[in-house]
């Protein structure tokens, strides 16, 4: 199981703080997915995410089963799931590029650090599957209004310094 690290800014509040590669948007990866959770251990800790690879199952579409392994959790233990127990998806719907998807009460109640590496795992996963430009997220039909960016796409994280995300590396 492959794993690629990003890294949070001390003070970071806002999804575009994320340190890392912007590495949503591009489809699997040898065909497996990059599924992102959260490398937080302690509040103090400069690893913010990471993802495991995976494949996903033929009978789902690509939105249905990115979420099923986000809810799942990582497989192994230097992650964890940023997500609260019991979230689950209600609904989804994809429209000119924007993936809506309402979730469950459970996210709702995520804040700060924990609601910015939460949007950026749901962002960067769920931004591989085909026609994915940004993700919206509503809790039970209604929006989260403490959330700074409503639309979160793979770009709004990127590397230190930079202002747009990195290009994609060609295969050697």
Do not use: N
């Not at 794993?3 to 065909?31: F, I, N, T, V």
């Not at 609904?91 to 609601?115: F, I, K, N, P, R």
């Not at 931004?127 to 989260?144: D, H, L, M, N, R």
């Amino acid at each position: 199981m492959k794993k690629r690290l990003l890294h949070l800014a001390p003070a970071a509040l806002a999804l575009a703080a994320l340190w890392g590669c912007a590495a949503g948007g591009s489809g699997p990866e040898d065909g497996a997915y990059r599924i992102w959770f959260s490398a937080l251990d302690d509040r103090s800790a400069r690893v913010a995410v990471g993802y495991e690879l995976r494949q996903l199952p033929e009978d789902l579409p690509p939105v249905e089963a990115l979420m099923d392994e986000l809810l799942a959790g990582p497989e192994g233990q230097e992650l964890t799931s940023p997500f609260p127990s019991g979230a689950r998806l209600l609904d989804w719907s994809l429209e000119a590029g924007e993936l809506h998807l309402d979730l469950s009460g459970q996210y709702g109640g995520l804040t700060g650090v924990d609601l910015t590496v939460a949007d950026a795992c749901l962002a960067l996963t769920l931004s591989q599957a085909p026609g994915v430009e940004t993700v919206y997220v509503t809790v039970e039909g209604g929006e989260i209004p403490y959330r700074p960016i409503q639309d979160l796409g793979a770009g709004d994280v990127l590397f230190p310094g930079e202002t747009a995300p990195p290009a994609e590396e060609s295969p050697s």
